[in-house]
């Protein structure tokens, strides 16, 4: 076992503990079992929640045994957000979704190997659902204090603004019977959450102390990393087509990628620390890289790569990495598969045609030069690319020869312009 705690204090993402001396002993004295909960508000997880993901896969990688809840019974109810209140989905979808984020996780945790580190999968659905109003109220409400209860800062924002329902009010209630229930079945004596569940993880703490007195599995601990934010102070985990989701179908392989291959130089170091299982000395090297030659991107493609075979699998990185080089030059376009070529294309600046027409033509359909009449100027120039072989005439038009798959034509302007046409 190694020190976790150390490990994450210089990774730059512990942000909170209850008593770090005694966890330190609890993990020394280990295998400490602890849990984090990820309620299913919709299909899939997505980046966001891979700093919890890969928190859980840390401490199980350390010497620990790792829960991962899926909230059946908190996703119909839904954590308040500090801005409206949330709509709540029909019972037959959140379990659809509960079913989906059960997969996903199990790919990063070890659910299969016998032994004191053997993940556990959990749904708080089966102890929440049979428990009936009166037994909710009377054994377990009258130990959550109004007061407390108003304070927290989520509530306070929305009791100055719309208001808030009881059902979202409660929620607190529901997660500290998650941390019971898991001490009480499986001994967890932590639970970790990013920085925004304090009060909600701090409420179990208190609900267990005040239901079980002496705790027989010993004292249970909070332990909240810090919320990741953007150099440019936009939200982490979007970009300008939405949330960048763990599922493929939501997000390819070949945008999830390019997402982590576009972090802003000034957010590698920290995104280095927060999901890379590199050993300290490269990561430490790959920050000095940035730092001394941003244009290699070094730690961006360290990131995009160890990330998307992580997500994706080995394969499909390959094929990513491989369509990335292949756009600019360095590969055969021809020999990509056509679905990763399809994703690759899908985004860039692309325009869907029923006919060929001359290059000069499509540069200007997909946005690489102004006009028609700049279109033939770049081909004059040398600096119009189809399919990687440079355009030599001004006039020149693609024949179905080379359309790859039979659909897609690849357009570049110089070395790093790139748009898509296709036939269809």
């Given at each position: 076992?190694?020190?976790?705690?150390?490990?994450?204090?210089?990774?730059?993402?512990?942000a909170?503990?209850t008593?770090?001396?005694a966890l330190?002993?609890?993990?020394?004295?280990?295998?400490l079992?602890?849990?984090?909960g990820?309620?299913?508000?919709?299909?899939?997880?997505h980046?966001?929640?891979?700093?919890?993901?890969?928190?859980?896969?840390r401490?199980q990688?350390?010497?620990?045994?790792?829960i991962?809840?899926?909230?059946?019974?908190t996703g119909?109810?839904?954590?308040?957000?500090?801005?409206?209140?949330r709509?709540?989905?029909?019972?037959?979808?959140?379990?659809?979704?509960?079913?989906?984020?059960?997969?996903?996780?199990?790919?990063?945790l070890d659910?299969?190997?016998?032994?004191?580190?053997?993940?556990?999968?959990a749904?708080?659905?089966?102890?929440?659902?049979?428990?009936?109003?009166?037994?909710?109220?009377r054994d377990?409400?009258?130990?959550?204090?109004?007061?407390?209860?108003?304070?927290r800062?989520?509530?306070?924002?929305?009791?100055?603004?719309?208001?808030m329902?009881?059902?979202?009010?409660?929620?607190?209630?529901?997660?500290?019977?998650?941390?019971l229930?898991?001490?009480?079945?499986?001994?967890?004596t932590?639970?970790?959450?990013?920085?925004?569940?304090?009060?909600?993880?701090?409420?179990?703490?208190?609900?267990?102390?005040?239901?079980?007195g002496?705790?027989?599995?010993?004292?249970?601990?909070?332990?909240?990393?810090?919320?990741?934010?953007?150099?440019?102070?936009?939200?982490?985990?979007?970009?300008?087509?939405?949330?960048?989701?763990?599922?493929?179908?939501l997000t390819?392989?070949?945008?999830?990628y390019?997402?982590?291959?576009?972090?802003?130089?000034?957010?590698?170091?920290?995104?280095?620390?927060t999901?890379s299982?590199?050993?300290?000395?490269?990561?430490?090297?790959?920050?000095r890289a940035?730092?001394?030659?941003?244009?290699?991107?070094?730690?961006q493609?360290?990131?995009?790569?160890?990330l998307?075979?992580?997500?994706?699998?080995?394969?499909?990185?390959?094929?990513?990495?491989?369509?990335s080089?292949?756009?600019?030059?360095?590969?055969?376009?021809?020999?990509?598969?056509e679905?990763?070529?399809?994703?690759?294309?899908?985004?860039?600046?692309?325009?869907?045609?029923?006919?060929?027409?001359?290059?000069?033509?499509?540069?200007?359909?997909?946005?690489l030069?102004?006009s028609k009449?700049?279109?033939?100027?770049?081909?004059?120039?040398?600096?119009?690319?189809?399919?990687n072989?440079?355009?030599?005439a001004?006039d020149?038009?693609?024949?179905?020869?080379?359309?790859?798959h039979?659909?897609?034509l690849?357009?570049?302007?110089?070395?790093?312009?790139?748009?898509?046409?296709?036939?269809?």
């Amino acid at each position: 076992m190694t020190d976790i705690v150390d490990e994450l204090r210089w990774r730059g993402v512990l942000a909170q503990t209850t008593d770090e001396e005694a966890l330190r002993k609890a993990l020394a004295d280990g295998p400490l079992t602890l849990y984090c909960g990820f309620d299913p508000t919709a299909s899939s997880l997505h980046v966001g929640h891979l700093t919890q993901i890969l928190a859980l896969r840390r401490f199980q990688l350390a010497g620990h045994r790792p829960i991962a809840l899926v909230g059946g019974a908190t996703g119909l109810i839904g954590d308040p957000k500090p801005s409206a209140e949330r709509v709540l989905n029909d019972e037959q979808t959140v379990r659809d979704w509960v079913a989906a984020l059960r997969g996903q996780l199990s790919a990063f945790l070890d659910f299969d190997t016998a032994g004191p580190t053997q993940a556990v999968m959990a749904n708080n659905y089966e102890w929440i659902e049979g428990i009936s109003a009166l037994t909710l109220l009377r054994d377990f409400g009258k130990h959550f204090s109004i007061n407390q209860m108003l304070a927290r800062e989520t509530v306070k924002t929305r009791l100055d603004g719309e208001g808030m329902s009881y059902t979202e009010f409660s929620y607190v209630i529901l997660q500290s019977l998650d941390f019971l229930e898991l001490y009480q079945r499986y001994g967890c004596t932590l639970q970790i959450g990013g920085s925004d569940q304090w009060g909600n993880i701090t409420a179990g703490l208190d609900l267990i102390r005040r239901i079980l007195g002496n705790q027989p599995h010993g004292p249970a601990h909070a332990l909240t990393q810090n919320l990741l934010t953007k150099a440019d102070g936009t939200k982490f985990g979007k970009t300008e087509g939405g949330t960048v989701w763990l599922d493929p179908e939501l997000t390819t392989p070949y945008a999830f990628y390019q997402f982590w291959l576009n972090t802003d130089d000034r957010d590698v170091p920290r995104y280095l620390r927060t999901f890379s299982f590199a050993s300290r000395e490269e990561i430490e090297e790959l920050e000095r890289a940035t730092a001394e030659r941003p244009q290699a991107r070094a730690g961006q493609r360290a990131l995009a790569e160890e990330l998307t075979t992580l997500v994706h699998g080995a394969d499909q990185c390959a094929a990513v990495v491989a369509a990335s080089r292949a756009l600019f030059g360095q590969g055969d376009l021809a020999a990509l598969d056509e679905r990763t070529l399809a994703a690759a294309l899908g985004e860039l600046p692309h325009a869907k045609v029923t006919e060929l027409a001359p290059i000069a033509d499509l540069l200007a359909l997909v946005d690489l030069v102004p006009s028609k009449s700049a279109a033939r100027r770049t081909i004059n120039e040398g600096g119009a690319y189809l399919n990687n072989t440079k355009v030599t005439a001004e006039d020149a038009v693609p024949t179905e020869a080379d359309l790859i798959h039979g659909r897609w034509l690849v357009l570049r302007r110089g070395k790093r312009n790139l748009g898509a046409v296709e036939l269809g």
